[in-house]
């Protein structure tokens, strides 16, 4: 994010918390569509299925299931702050596992961190899957990857 986008944004959170702290409604950003249509991307059609489903779908008590994947333009500033790939170097040499599905859209930073990291490192791309497949989707889920990795690095 640009400087001047960063600061803005931090701006806006800035009043719209003074605002719900005199009382003012809570304001939501991003986050899951509620309906799709002609023109929705593969990546909203991909969360769709996935987010306001059986599949996810969890309202908290008093909260509203239109709101489940929307973070609060307050707290979505917390985001600007962290970048978890600062410093991945220094994870090692614990051992990191890279998984992402093929058709992923997040696969880059996978690709990404992979790259940043030290070793010990492996990527495991999973063919035929998306980004939510990995999530709940069983049959897509490298099982015998995440049982030999660990059982490589972390067994004695």
């Not at 220094?90 to 690709?111: C, K, Q, V, Y």
Request: proline share 6%; glycine share 4%.
């Amino acid at each position: 994010m640009q400087s001047v986008q960063r600061r803005q944004a931090i701006a806006a959170a800035a009043q719209q918390r003074y605002a719900e702290f005199t009382g003012g409604e809570t304001q939501y950003t991003s986050g899951t569509v509620h309906q799709l249509n002609k023109n929705s991307t593969a990546i909203e059609r991909e969360f769709y299925d996935f987010y306001p489903t059986p599949r996810d779908e969890y309202t908290p008590k008093g909260s509203s299931p239109k709101l489940t994947t929307h973070p609060t333009l307050t707290s979505n500033v917390k985001f600007l702050n962290f970048y978890p790939f600062n410093d991945i170097e220094t994870i090692s040499p614990r051992p990191m596992l890279f998984i992402a599905g093929d058709n992923a859209h997040s696969r880059e930073f996978s690709e990404d961190a992979y790259q940043r990291a030290a070793e010990p490192k492996e990527l495991y791309i999973v063919a035929n899957a998306g980004h939510v497949d990995l999530y709940d989707r069983v049959n897509l889920i490298p099982w015998d990857k995440l049982a030999s990795f660990f059982n490589q690095h972390l067994s004695r």
